[in-house]
Protein backbone atom coordinates (compact mmCIF):
# COMPACT_ATOMS: atom_id res chain seq x y z
CA UNK A 1 0.00 0.00 0.00
CA UNK A 2 0.89 3.67 -0.10
CA UNK A 3 3.76 4.64 2.57
CA UNK A 4 4.37 8.51 3.12
CA UNK A 5 7.32 9.38 5.37
CA UNK A 6 8.68 12.21 7.68
CA UNK A 7 11.39 13.04 10.27
CA UNK A 8 9.53 12.92 13.50
CA UNK A 9 11.39 15.47 15.12
CA UNK A 10 12.64 19.10 13.94
CA UNK A 11 13.80 22.18 16.23
CA UNK A 12 14.49 25.74 14.65
CA UNK A 13 14.80 29.30 16.34
CA UNK A 14 12.64 32.08 16.48
CA UNK A 15 12.98 33.97 13.04
CA UNK A 16 14.28 30.94 11.05
CA UNK A 17 13.45 29.32 8.40
CA UNK A 18 12.03 25.57 8.92
CA UNK A 19 12.36 23.19 6.37
CA UNK A 20 9.63 19.97 7.04
CA UNK A 21 10.42 16.84 4.57
CA UNK A 22 7.94 14.27 3.26
CA UNK A 23 8.85 11.18 1.19
CA UNK A 24 5.86 8.99 -0.72
CA UNK A 25 6.07 6.22 -2.82
CA UNK A 26 2.14 6.34 -4.94
CA UNK A 27 3.63 7.63 -8.65
CA UNK A 28 -0.18 8.32 -9.15
CA UNK A 29 -0.67 10.23 -6.22
CA UNK A 30 -2.50 13.30 -7.86
CA UNK A 31 -2.95 16.04 -4.94
CA UNK A 32 -0.27 16.50 -1.90
CA UNK A 33 -1.53 18.09 1.30
CA UNK A 34 0.12 19.61 4.58
CA UNK A 35 -1.82 19.84 7.77
CA UNK A 36 -1.22 21.25 11.30
CA UNK A 37 -1.97 19.93 14.36
CA UNK A 38 -2.05 21.67 17.75
CA UNK A 39 -2.61 20.06 20.87
CA UNK A 40 -6.30 19.34 21.79
CA UNK A 41 -7.09 19.93 18.42
CA UNK A 42 -7.77 18.70 15.02
CA UNK A 43 -5.82 19.29 11.86
CA UNK A 44 -5.77 22.56 10.04
CA UNK A 45 -5.24 22.67 6.03
CA UNK A 46 -2.10 25.06 5.65
CA UNK A 47 -2.12 24.24 1.70
CA UNK A 48 -1.73 21.65 -0.85
CA UNK A 49 -0.59 21.11 -4.77
CA UNK A 50 -1.05 19.10 -7.28
CA UNK A 51 1.10 16.75 -8.71
CA UNK A 52 2.07 18.97 -12.24
CA UNK A 53 3.16 21.80 -9.87
CA UNK A 54 6.66 22.23 -8.99
CA UNK A 55 5.83 24.93 -6.26
CA UNK A 56 3.18 26.53 -4.76
CA UNK A 57 4.28 29.88 -2.31
CA UNK A 58 1.19 31.18 0.16
CA UNK A 59 2.60 33.98 2.62
CA UNK A 60 5.03 32.27 4.62
CA UNK A 61 4.51 28.88 2.89
CA UNK A 62 6.67 27.72 -0.02
CA UNK A 63 5.78 23.96 -0.77
CA UNK A 64 8.39 22.11 -3.27
CA UNK A 65 7.44 18.96 -5.08
CA UNK A 66 10.15 16.63 -6.89
CA UNK A 67 8.15 13.96 -8.63
CA UNK A 68 10.55 12.18 -9.92
CA UNK A 69 12.30 11.65 -6.35
CA UNK A 70 8.39 11.64 -4.68
CA UNK A 71 9.63 14.34 -2.42
CA UNK A 72 7.73 16.81 -0.45
CA UNK A 73 8.66 19.86 1.47
CA UNK A 74 6.98 22.68 3.52
CA UNK A 75 9.39 25.48 4.28
CA UNK A 76 7.63 27.94 6.62
CA UNK A 77 9.53 31.41 6.79
CA UNK A 78 10.33 33.77 9.57
CA UNK A 79 8.96 30.87 11.80
CA UNK A 80 7.24 31.75 15.45
CA UNK A 81 6.33 30.45 18.60
CA UNK A 82 2.65 29.87 17.45
CA UNK A 83 4.33 27.98 14.55
CA UNK A 84 4.93 25.34 17.19
CA UNK A 85 2.63 22.07 16.25
CA UNK A 86 3.21 18.54 14.54
CA UNK A 87 2.57 18.40 10.68
CA UNK A 88 1.28 16.27 8.48
CA UNK A 89 1.47 15.60 4.75
CA UNK A 90 -0.72 13.68 3.42
CA UNK A 91 -1.35 12.24 -0.29
CA UNK A 92 -4.12 11.22 -2.60
CA UNK A 93 -4.88 9.65 -5.70
CA UNK A 94 -8.22 10.99 -6.57
CA UNK A 95 -10.78 9.45 -4.16
CA UNK A 96 -11.61 10.86 -0.96
CA UNK A 97 -8.95 9.10 1.42
CA UNK A 98 -5.68 10.63 2.06
CA UNK A 99 -2.71 8.65 3.15
CA UNK A 100 -1.13 10.72 6.01
CA UNK A 101 2.84 10.71 7.23
CA UNK A 102 3.66 10.09 10.57
CA UNK A 103 4.01 13.55 11.63
CA UNK A 104 6.85 16.35 12.14
CA UNK A 105 6.96 17.67 15.59
CA UNK A 106 7.97 21.35 15.02
CA UNK A 107 9.63 23.18 18.43
CA UNK A 108 10.28 26.96 17.94
CA UNK A 109 12.92 28.30 20.28
CA UNK A 110 12.26 31.27 21.27
CA UNK B 1 -19.23 29.60 7.45
CA UNK B 2 -18.84 27.46 10.45
CA UNK B 3 -16.36 24.99 10.12
CA UNK B 4 -16.82 20.76 10.76
CA UNK B 5 -18.40 20.27 13.82
CA UNK B 6 -18.24 17.00 15.72
CA UNK B 7 -20.03 15.54 18.80
CA UNK B 8 -18.94 14.86 21.96
CA UNK B 9 -15.74 15.73 21.93
CA UNK B 10 -14.51 13.60 25.02
CA UNK B 11 -16.07 9.79 25.86
CA UNK B 12 -15.27 7.10 28.04
CA UNK B 13 -16.77 3.98 27.54
CA UNK B 14 -16.01 -0.12 28.60
CA UNK B 15 -15.10 -2.52 26.78
CA UNK B 16 -18.06 -4.59 25.00
CA UNK B 17 -19.91 -1.24 24.99
CA UNK B 18 -21.06 0.61 21.46
CA UNK B 19 -20.42 4.35 20.91
CA UNK B 20 -21.80 6.16 18.28
CA UNK B 21 -20.19 9.64 17.03
CA UNK B 22 -21.64 12.54 15.30
CA UNK B 23 -20.20 14.85 12.76
CA UNK B 24 -21.54 18.05 10.72
CA UNK B 25 -19.74 18.94 7.61
CA UNK B 26 -19.01 22.75 6.59
CA UNK B 27 -22.57 23.80 4.93
CA UNK B 28 -22.59 22.43 1.25
CA UNK B 29 -19.75 20.23 2.03
CA UNK B 30 -21.49 16.72 0.78
CA UNK B 31 -18.74 14.35 0.87
CA UNK B 32 -17.90 13.26 4.69
CA UNK B 33 -14.97 11.02 5.60
CA UNK B 34 -13.49 9.50 9.16
CA UNK B 35 -10.15 9.09 10.23
CA UNK B 36 -8.70 7.32 13.37
CA UNK B 37 -5.73 8.77 15.21
CA UNK B 38 -3.84 6.54 17.31
CA UNK B 39 0.02 7.16 18.74
CA UNK B 40 0.74 3.67 17.61
CA UNK B 41 -0.68 3.72 14.19
CA UNK B 42 -0.84 7.26 13.31
CA UNK B 43 -3.82 8.19 11.29
CA UNK B 44 -5.62 5.68 9.06
CA UNK B 45 -8.86 6.34 6.96
CA UNK B 46 -12.04 4.19 8.06
CA UNK B 47 -14.52 5.23 5.45
CA UNK B 48 -16.13 8.50 3.36
CA UNK B 49 -19.84 9.05 2.59
CA UNK B 50 -21.10 10.78 -0.30
CA UNK B 51 -25.22 11.40 -0.90
CA UNK B 52 -25.95 9.13 2.13
CA UNK B 53 -23.74 6.01 0.43
CA UNK B 54 -20.29 4.78 1.67
CA UNK B 55 -18.12 5.42 -1.16
CA UNK B 56 -14.57 4.31 0.19
CA UNK B 57 -13.84 2.35 2.51
CA UNK B 58 -10.49 1.40 4.58
CA UNK B 59 -9.23 -1.34 5.98
CA UNK B 60 -11.36 -1.44 9.34
CA UNK B 61 -12.94 -4.48 10.94
CA UNK B 62 -16.99 -4.80 10.39
CA UNK B 63 -17.40 -3.15 14.13
CA UNK B 64 -16.95 0.44 12.67
CA UNK B 65 -19.60 1.34 10.27
CA UNK B 66 -21.41 4.89 9.30
CA UNK B 67 -24.12 6.49 7.96
CA UNK B 68 -24.80 9.97 6.34
CA UNK B 69 -28.24 11.76 6.28
CA UNK B 70 -30.32 13.68 3.85
CA UNK B 71 -28.38 17.06 4.86
CA UNK B 72 -25.39 15.24 5.06
CA UNK B 73 -24.47 15.12 8.79
CA UNK B 74 -22.69 11.65 9.40
CA UNK B 75 -22.69 9.09 12.42
CA UNK B 76 -20.20 6.67 13.19
CA UNK B 77 -20.67 3.82 15.42
CA UNK B 78 -18.29 0.85 16.82
CA UNK B 79 -19.91 -1.88 18.57
CA UNK B 80 -18.43 -4.19 20.72
CA UNK B 81 -15.63 -1.89 22.12
CA UNK B 82 -12.33 -3.05 22.58
CA UNK B 83 -9.18 -1.44 24.60
CA UNK B 84 -7.43 -1.08 21.07
CA UNK B 85 -10.23 1.16 19.84
CA UNK B 86 -9.01 3.97 21.85
CA UNK B 87 -8.35 7.04 19.73
CA UNK B 88 -9.12 10.52 18.26
CA UNK B 89 -11.60 10.02 15.74
CA UNK B 90 -11.43 13.03 13.07
CA UNK B 91 -14.64 13.85 10.84
CA UNK B 92 -13.64 15.36 7.67
CA UNK B 93 -15.77 17.13 5.07
CA UNK B 94 -15.17 18.24 1.01
CA UNK B 95 -17.31 19.41 -1.12
CA UNK B 96 -17.63 15.97 -3.04
CA UNK B 97 -15.78 16.22 -6.28
CA UNK B 98 -12.44 14.01 -6.27
CA UNK B 99 -9.20 15.99 -5.26
CA UNK B 100 -11.00 18.09 -3.08
CA UNK B 101 -9.35 19.78 0.26
CA UNK B 102 -11.06 18.20 3.22
CA UNK B 103 -11.12 19.91 6.05
CA UNK B 104 -11.50 18.25 9.57
CA UNK B 105 -13.65 19.04 12.83
CA UNK B 106 -11.40 18.95 16.18
CA UNK B 107 -12.38 14.99 16.82
CA UNK B 108 -14.26 12.96 19.56
CA UNK B 109 -11.48 12.18 21.81
CA UNK B 110 -12.49 7.80 23.00
CA UNK B 111 -11.01 6.26 25.81
CA UNK B 112 -12.21 2.21 26.18
CA UNK B 113 -12.08 1.53 30.08
Known amino acids: GEDVEQSLFLSVREGDSSVINCTYT??????LYWYKQEPGAGLQLLTY?????DMKQDQRLTVLLNKKDKHLSLRIADTQTGDSAIYFCADTTGANNLFFGTGTRLTVIP | KAGVTQTPRYLIKTRGQQVTLSCSPI?????VSWYQQTPGQGLQFLFE???????NKGNFPGRFSGRQFSNSRSEMNVSTLELGDSALYLC????????????FGDGTRLSIL
Open chain 2, 92 to 103: ASSEGGSNQPQH
Open chain 1, 49 to 53: IFSNM
Open chain 2, 27 to 31: SGHRS
Open chain 1, 26 to 31: DSSSTY
Open chain 2, 49 to 55: YFSETQR
